[in-house]
């Protein structure tokens, strides 16, 4: 649930998408004892300041059924995870169920344990925390693959943005998956297995009827994936029961309000910062962006019923708000939340928003946040080329973002991070020379208002996601000259150029179109260590078992392949994604 869909991380304030802060690009590893874990815990809850009350042991009582005992795991240290409002709002709903109690567990931290775990969840954010999964289960003695569990074990399931996006090489270790929004969802999942549990049933059983009666609960180990051969591609992916749907469809969940904090902390990767979501999903919908497919419709919280409600609750605590969401500024009543915030009651706040759309950027957008303690403004251009903007559906012209640029700059604003990618489909190297002319073109008018102004250039490489219309195509393999030609050329003219890894990028890729089979990779990754140089270890030692890494993340897929994640459906059907595809490629 984010910002955007159940157990997700949202944007940072000053972030674009759905990056989720790290204080490096390196797999957390590690294994600390359960008395260390216990202590730190203990540490990290003293300072919290908690927005709802949690229950006592088994919850509330006005209900019929087996209590449950949960623990709710997040595969990453503590001030990563706390800093997830997907996190947040999972772990207040769950303590908010009949019945229910909840512990949470992270890969440094961990409250106190039940003596039997009924469910074991995972928020999985990023691809690369899958060696805090093995960890965690390996710490909670459970049994790595779900085909290795008993009765006697918990119920493994997860969400979040990776799960969603494609669950296929994290399959095998889940035994169930929640697959998109999670306000509802998650109620209905826990209350259905509180009927399940006193049953005299098989584990295979009870979680046939979880895929049967809950919508969106995706159990992998129901449905059959054929492969052409040994390391060929999928052939196809067929349930193996009629009682489970063909395919799982995604949970929306609708409401005039949207999420919020439910814990304020310092220890935090965003200290002492209230989040609230405004909107969920975008409506541009960019061509190769998970964040706006993949959480389809767009919805915005009201005003007065929701965000404004919010962020007073959470100023009884704090004094740093963050405003959340995939394009803020796309909120209908945007300009009415500008006013109400510059209202003087808010004068000591300080308030940060995440991304948002370059042509939406305002004078007084920018003196409402100067006003309040933000220094800069973060954007996403993507590309300085109109044409491949044009191609991947951003809707932006060059003129707009030097525009945004001026009137931040006369806002009070010191600097603008503009977010990009290199090695998107069709993109040349008079493209790439675009971006450079653009960014000489925002210096040149920014010395014409004689104020300091800094420009930051984040550029990732392109990675295909499920469910875009960019899921076909590769990593291109020239992306890496391009951010290097790049970092050399900004460099000259006065642009802090920060570019993702290209190398993890591929890493990236692998997960995020693989199948089932990857999971052998993972299990090996971590086994070695789970750096870049493990994960190609890995691939070697498992050569004639699956497809060569080329396959997963530098080949472009024929539009008639058989996808791994074919058994889940987002918002829109693969033949519209397809049209989306052709209509992009019409413009090249």
């Not at 503590?78 to 908010?96: E, K, N, R």
């Not at 706040?349 to 948002?356: D, E, N």
């Not at 040349?428 to 210096?443: A, G, I, N, Q």
Request: with cysteine; net charge negative.
């Amino acid at each position: 649930m984010t910002s955007a869909c159940f157990l997700s991380s949202p944007a940072s304030p000053g972030q674009t998408g759905a990056t989720t802060w790290r204080r490096s690009r390196t797999p957390a590893r590690m294994s600390l004892p359960m008395s260390q874990r216990a202590a730190n815990m203990q540490s990290f809850r003293a300072e919290e300041k908690l927005l709802f009350t949690p229950n006592v042991g088994a919850g509330r009582t006005d209900f019929e059924g087996e209590s449950v005992s949960v623990v709710y795991a997040y595969p990453n240290e503590y001030a990563v995870g706390i800093c997830s409002l997907g996190y947040q709002i999972v772990w207040a709903t769950i303590s908010d169920l009949p019945g229910v109690s909840v512990s949470r567990m992270f890969t440094n931290a961990s409250e106190m344990l039940p003596s039997k775990i009924d469910l074991l969840g995972f928020s999985m954010s990023w691809e690369l925390d899958f060696p805090g999964l093995f960890e965690t289960l390996s710490v909670l003695n459970v049994p790595r693959r779900s085909s290795e569990r008993s009765t006697e074990d918990p119920i493994v399931f997860g969400g979040g943005p990776v799960l969603t996006a494609n669950a296929e090489p994290f399959a095998d270790f889940f035994d169930v998956i929640l697959v998109g929004d999670g306000e509802e969802l998650l109620e209905e999942f826990i209350s259905e297995w509180q009927k399940l549990k006193s049953l005299d049933i098989s584990r295979t059983e009870a979680l046939t009827r979880l895929a049967a009666t809950v919508e969106g609960a995706y159990v992998p180990e129901l449905y059959e994936v054929e492969y052409e051969c040994a390391d060929g591609p999928v052939k196809s992916v067929k349930p193996v029961s009629s009682e489970v749907p063909a395919v799982v469809k995604k949970r929306t969940f609708r409401s005039r309000t949207l999420a919020a904090s439910t814990v304020i902390t310092p220890i935090s990767a965003w200290e002492n910062i209230h989040m609230v979501e405004a909107v969920r999903s975008c409506p541009e919908m960019c061509r190769f962006c998970l964040a706006s497919y993949s959480t389809l419709p767009f919805r915005s919280a009201s005003i007065e019923e929701g965000l404004i409600p919010a962020i007073d609750r959470g100023l009884e605590h704090t004094r740093r708000i963050g405003i959340l969401g995939a394009s803020v500024t796309q909120h209908p009543q945007f300009d009415e939340l500008v006013d109400k915030l510059s209202d003087q009651k808010y004068d000591d706040v300080r308030i940060s928003l995440s991304s948002v759309r370059t042509n939406s950027v305002t004078e007084k957008l920018a003196r409402m946040l100067s006003t309040h303690d933000s220094r800069s403004i973060t954007v996403a251009v993507e590309s300085g080329s109109e044409r491949l903007r044009n191609v991947i559906n951003k809707k932006l012209e060059n003129d707009q973002i030097v525009e945004a640029a001026r009137v931040a700059q006369i806002g009070g604003l010191s600097s603008m991070k503009l977010y990009g990618m290199a090695g998107l489909p069709s993109e040349s190297m008079d493209d790439v020379e675009e971006t450079l002319e653009m960014f000489r073109k925002l210096k040149s008018e920014s010395a014409k208002l004689k104020s300091s102004f800094r420009f930051t250039f984040g550029c990732s490489t392109f990675v295909p996601k499920a469910h875009t219309p960019f899921q076909w195509f590769p990593v291109r393999k020239d992306s890496d000259k391009k951010l290097k030609y790049l970092d050399k050329e900004l460099r000259k003219i006065g642009v802090d150029f920060r570019p993702e890894s290209y190398k993890w990028s591929v890493i990236q890729a692998l997960i995020s179109r693989g199948d089932r089979r990857v999971s052998m990779v993972l299990e090996k990754a971590a086994e070695y260590g789970g750096s870049q140089g493990s994960i190609k270890r890995a691939m070697k030692d498992l050569k004639g078992q699956l497809p060569p890494l080329q396959y997963y993340a530098h080949e472009e897929w024929d539009i008639s392949t058989c996808l791994p994640w074919s058994a889940v459906q987002m918002s829109l059907s693969e033949n519209l994604l397809r049209d989306h595809r052709e209509q992009a490629m019409n413009l090249v």
